[in-house]
């Protein structure tokens, strides 16, 4: 299956949630059972030398595809959340979005330092939410860290906030 094929069932939804946003919704990619296969396969390739041990994915939408990546890179799946939710002791961030303002937040034990990470989310826009789950996962002294995206708004240009040493890697690039 080609990237063109996987994009052009990504739904795009203008003005939401606010004027201006071009939302880019993910249930029309995730409801094919094809493109679901194609989509793990993929991130599984790009992953599978890369000796990782966790999974990170970012509320709430890093749920999806990151337990799924995790089980097939034989690798734990680690949760960042909103603030409130993680019944445990925690290290939080706060970051500015493409819209509004907002805080994660990790288990403080949750990693170590002989961890490799892998920090997933669907979409990389300004980058906001990204910069903070790596500041969060670099505070916990992992061993490294690799960054992915399924989606890429590449005109917002989120990648130039990340170290040049960190390997970014996105599926579907608008
Ligand atoms: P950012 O921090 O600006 O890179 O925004 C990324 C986060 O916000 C991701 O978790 C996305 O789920 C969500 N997001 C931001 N912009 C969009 C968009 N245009 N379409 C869909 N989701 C978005």
Not at 35 to 47: M, V
Not at 96 to 108: L, V
Not at 115 to 139: C, P, R, S
Request: hydrophobic share 40%.
């Amino acid at each position: 299956m080609s990237i063109e094929t996987l994009t052009k069932s990504v739904r795009n939804i203008p003005d939401f949630p606010i004027p201006g946003i071009q939302f880019k919704d993910i249930t029309t990619l995730f409801q094919s059972a094809e493109h679901l296969k194609e989509l793990s396969e993929i991130l599984f390739d790009q992953y599978k030398d890369k000796e990782i041990t966790k999974v990170v994915g970012i509320e709430s939408r890093g749920f999806f595809m990151g337990p799924a990546t995790a089980i097939k890179l034989n690798a734990g799946f680690v949760p960042i959340r909103k603030p409130g939710k993680l019944p445990y002791k925690v290290i939080e961030e706060t970051y500015t979005k493409e819209y509004g303002e907002d805080a994660i937040q990790i288990h403080e034990d949750s990693l170590d330092k002989n961890d490799v990470v892998l920090l997933h989310d669907d979409l990389l826009a300004t980058g906001g939410t990204m910069v903070a789950a790596y500041n969060l996962v670099k505070k916990l002294g992992v061993k490294k860290i690799y960054i992915n995206f399924l989606i890429e708004l590449e005109d917002l240009e989120g990648r130039q906030h990340f170290p040049s040493e960190v390997e970014i890697n996105s599926i579907i690039k608008f």
